[in-house]
């Protein structure tokens, strides 16, 4: 039996944001990054795969990144749910901005762990690291895993994240790209929030926003 990470990405949400399962293969626990909606959806892909989810961690509180979060944490045994603690006024506030852009929304239950960065999440054998990385928002984090980078809405394939909602700025965001993860290894799979993954080699050769 391989022992290398089982990583699935699928689209979930109004806004089809890419929530990911990454489980390791031995315990056969997972954990889910930002489950955006449909939560039953991901529970049977979890069936799929044979994995018991034992953490959910959002990378940061906007609503479309977070809206699987009541489904998942109801159907845990015991559900441990993470964000940073500068995003979580975004994720209590998290209806407000569905209603603005009209959008269909489950509250989230409230975070058991707050981050700051820098702790590290065991879900079986894969240990991921918790990278902040504000600019998008002000408590994006980034999820590191040897050979896999999960950025949420920081970086994506040949663009960035945007920085004109309430908490973005784009120099802290261009900073917090360079400074944590463009010195990652360049072979490093960037698996992005919303759209394609790419390498950190292809966004450090191409990236417009980066040059």
Same mark, same amino acid.
């Given at each position: 039996?391989?022992?290398?990470?089982?990583? *699935?990405?699928?689209? %979930?949400?109004?806004?089809? =944001?890419n929530?990911?399962? =990454?489980?390791?293969?031995? %315990? @056969?626990? /997972? !954990?889910?990054?930002?489950?955006? +909606?449909?939560?039953?959806?991901?529970?049977? =892909?979890l069936?799929?795969? $044979?994995?018991? /989810? =034992?953490?959910?961690?959002?990378?940061?509180?906007?609503?479309?990144?977070?809206?699987? $979060? !009541?489904?998942?944490?109801s159907?845990?045994?015991?559900p441990?749910?993470?964000?940073? %603690?500068?995003?979580?006024q975004y994720?209590?506030n998290?209806?407000?901005? /569905?209603?603005?852009?009209?959008?269909?929304?489950?509250?989230s239950?409230?975070?058991?762990?707050?981050?700051? +960065? +820098? #702790? #590290?999440?065991? !879900?079986?054998?894969?240990?991921l690291?918790?990278?902040?990385?504000?600019? @998008?928002?002000?408590?994006?984090?980034?999820?590191?895993?040897?050979? @896999?980078i999960?950025? &949420?809405d !920081?970086?994506?394939?040949?663009?960035?994240? *945007?920085?004109?909602?309430?908490g973005?700025? @784009? /120099?802290?965001?261009?900073?917090?790209?360079? #400074?944590?993860?463009?010195?990652?290894? &360049?072979?490093?799979?960037?698996?992005?929030?919303?759209?394609?993954?790419?390498?950190?080699?292809?966004?450090?050769?191409?990236n417009?926003?980066l040059?």
């Open positions: 039996m391989s022992t290398k990470p089982i990583v *699935r990405r699928m689209l %979930t949400g109004p806004l089809d =944001v929530c990911y399962i =990454v489980g390791c293969p031995l %315990t @056969h626990e /997972a !954990a889910i990054i930002d489950p955006g +909606g449909h939560g039953g959806k991901i529970i049977d =892909v069936e799929e795969l $044979n994995l018991k /989810a =034992v953490s959910l961690i959002d990378t940061h509180g906007h609503f479309d990144h977070i809206g699987g $979060n !009541a489904c998942l944490m159907h845990m045994e015991s441990r749910l993470y964000l940073h %603690t500068d995003d979580l994720l209590r998290a209806r407000d901005h /569905a209603d603005y852009w009209g959008m269909k929304f489950e509250d239950p409230e975070p058991t762990d707050l981050l700051e +960065g +820098g #702790e #590290e999440i065991i !879900a079986g054998d894969p240990r690291k918790i990278i902040h990385t504000p600019g @998008h928002s002000p408590g994006g984090i980034s999820i590191y895993l040897p050979g @896999h999960f950025t &949420g !920081a970086l994506f394939e040949g663009s960035i994240g *945007r920085t004109d909602l309430p973005g700025d @784009h /120099a802290l965001l261009i900073s917090s790209i360079r #400074e944590k993860l463009l010195v990652l290894p &360049g072979d490093t799979i960037v698996h992005p929030g919303h759209g394609p993954e790419t390498t950190i080699a292809e966004e450090k050769r191409s417009p926003f040059q």
